[in-house]
């Protein structure tokens, strides 16, 4: 484990050196995140100038929505960016290569080059959130601020759980990137929003099925103390951050059972 | 050291219907086909052997390979590799292994060679000193000094090709695999990777598995041989062997002192007398003067056959040609395309 853990690092360095080397993408990059994410946040803005709630949210309150999901996408994307990759990974046969290395291969496919995209989307992330707590009635306790840390945590694995389970598809069908598109713009468009909006049933499956409520809605409402209209009890609500972990574990699960249908390419 | 045994490898793909919308129609028909890549393969390695492992394209070698190295899992049969299921337990297999494949690098793109290097050794949790005495070894063997400090996409073919070498052996694994280790390479530059992997088997008695369409390659370096077409051995034994039975042949060419026409031709009779036949030269432009005389090494004697030629004719220089394995494998190759 500690020796993986060491092989991983060193090359993660060698993946931010090989970035280095292209260094106004690194300025580029970052600055098209911050544009992207920072677009998305005026929208809302907008909307909110004219109506004072939606779905019983304020927008200080959605701010705060906004900022928790955005920081478990940008801690979700700085390591795990290069899983969009792995379509061409299989399909050019880059892939053998991890399979005959002492290290698992994910590690292997997570490292082998660094993003810059994810820079963006850190800092228009931290941006935001500091926006929104100064205009958001809000109480930082020492147990609400690591409740928001381990939400973040939790909605990153999330994310990150399907992300990986989708992209395993690729060892079967070689081509996913629709499939992974359109699980990114459910999160992102759903996500962004107090789920009250909706409907009962979307909400109820953005609940229970896919757990888009736990990456940032019910965090969000934990931390504004008003877990009211939720629809799941303030107990699981505390909980939140428990069902990233697991969400994760289940999408390496199916990462595992994927691998076995690799079938390479010819020669 | 390998011992593979009914390895068999079917690949299952969804069948493309004729006609219109084909595409569409594939995404929800059931129907498959099913083609059959490495049929029944059975054979052993053992510590130390440099084995050729030939056949056309499409034969199965990669697939096979791939299955030895751990990336496939096979459909059916076994294979061990050092007391090891590559497949099942891949990262032990990975410690003992070096794979070299030829259309693709192992090397970071962006950074120098020497960062690959190191980088090599560190996934293979080599020590300290144990790395700086291979390093300095490999370097001074494949002659890389001069473009270490260079990024790995700068690198000519050749260069980036030692590169890969020395990072598949850096760790000096016991086995290792080349898949087309020269291809597109340069005479000099196959004759470096030669001698490297020969010196590196003479100094560890590291076992070789070599796929290459350069015949030369396995002439210089493998005393054995397996042949596979349509996933199945046709052949598996030594390279000596395999020309005996697949080009017992060898030719004389005979020079004739040029004296105006004067001389006696030398004639197919005379010649099948001795226990040789005419052949015509397959040279581009055919030498004037010379013949050439196909003989069985195994029933007729050269120096029989040279002493007789030289009785009845004024030779002026004689040469021997042995059968190359090029030939011998071309032969097989195009014995194959026949209906059978």
Redesign the interface.
């Known amino acids: 484990m500690l ?1 993986s853990a ?2 991983t690092w ?2 993660t360095r ?1 993946a931010v ?3 280095a ?1 292209y260094r106004l993408n690194f300025v580029i990059l970052a600055l098209m995140g911050i544009a992207y994410q920072g677009s998305g946040f005026a929208f809302i803005a907008v909307v909110l100038s004219r109506y004072p709630s939606i779905g019983g949210w304020t927008f200080p309150q959605i701010a705060v929505l906004y900022a928790l999901r955005l920081l478990a996408h940008a801690v979700y994307l700085v390591p795990l960016y290069m899983l969009n990759e792995l379509d061409s990974l299989v399909r050019e ?2 892939f ?2 991890f ?6 291969p994910l590690l292997q496919v997570l490292t082998r080059r660094f993003s810059v995209n994810s820079l963006g989307d850190t800092v228009t992330a931290v941006g935001i959130l500091c926006y929104a707590s100064s205009i958001a009635d809000l109480r930082w306790t020492p147990m609400t601020v690591l409740y928001a840390a381990a939400a973040v945590l939790g909605g990153a694995l999330i994310e990150g759980g399907l992300a990986i389970a989708i992209s395993s598809m690729a060892f079967r069908f070689v081509e996913v990137w629709p499939a992974r598109y359109l699980a990114d713009h459910i999160l992102l468009n759903f996500g962004s929003y107090p789920l009250s909006v909706f409907g009962a049933v979307a909400q109820w499956v953005m609940t229970w099925i896919v757990p888009v409520a736990f990456v940032a809605w019910v965090p969000a409402a934990v931390i504004l103390d008003s877990t009211d209209g939720l629809g799941v009890s303030g107990t699981v609500a505390w909980l939140a951050p428990l069902v990233g972990a697991i969400w994760f574990c289940l999408g390496y699960q199916v990462w595992r059972f994927q691998l ?1 249908s ?3 390419t ?2 | 050291m390998i011992r593979v045994e009914g390895l068999t490898k079917e ?1 299952v793909r969804p069948r493309r219907p004729p006609g219109r919308f084909a595409g569409l129609r594939t995404l929800v028909t059931r129907q498959v086909e099913r083609t059959v890549a490495v049929d029944d393969v059975t054979f052993d390695i053992r510590t130390g052997e440099m084995v050729g492992y030939l056949g056309p ?2 034969a199965g070698k ?1 697939t096979t390979i ?1 299955m030895m ?5 096979p459909t059916s049969g076994s294979v061990d590799v050092g007391g090891v299921v590559p497949w099942r337990d ?6 003992q ?1 070096g ?1 070299v ?1 030829g ?2 690098t ?1 090397l ?4 120098p060679l020497r ?1 690959s290097l190191d ?1 090599v050794a ?4 080599m020590p300290p000193e144990t790395y700086r005495r291979q390093y300095r070894r490999f370097v001074d063997l494949l002659d890389m000094a001069e473009f270490l400090d260079r ?1 790995v996409r700068q690198l000519s073919l050749g260069q980036r090709m030692r590169g890969d070498l020395a990072a598949a052996m850096l760790y000096q694994p016991r086995i290792l695999y080349l ?2 280790p020269t291809i597109g390479l340069d005479v000099v530059a196959k004759a470096t990777m030669r001698d490297f992997i020969e010196e590196v088997n003479r100094e560890h008695g590291t076992t070789v598995v070599l796929t290459t369409h350069d015949l030369a390659d396995v002439e210089r370096l493998c005393s054995r041989v397996i042949l596979i077409d349509h996933g199945r051995v046709l052949y598996d034994g030594s390279v000596a062997e395999l020309k005996s039975r697949y080009a017992p042949h060898r030719t004389l060419v005979v020079r004739v002192a040029g004296d105006g026409g004067q001389a006696e031709p030398i004639t197919a009779e005379r010649v099948a007398a001795l226990g040789a036949a005419l052949v015509a030269d397959e040279g581009e432009e055919p030498e004037p003067d010379t013949v050439r005389l196909r003989f069985e090494g195994g029933r007729t004697a050269a120096s029989d056959l040279i002493a007789a030629l030289a009785a009845e004719f004024s030779v002026a220089d004689v040469s021997i040609v042995e059968p190359d394995l090029e030939g011998v494998v071309r032969q097989i190759y195009s014995r194959r395309a026949l209906p059978a």
């Open positions: 020796d060491r092989v060193a090359l060698a050196r090989g970035a080397q046969g880059t053998d290569r399979l005959v290395r002492p290290l698992n076995r690799y079938e390479s010819g020669n | 690949f394209n499409g990669s791939k190295t751990g990336i496939l899992v891949r990262q032990r297999n990975a410690l292994i794979v494949f259309q693709r192992q970071w793109w962006d950074l960062d980088l560190t996934l293979y949790r990024p898949d087309e």
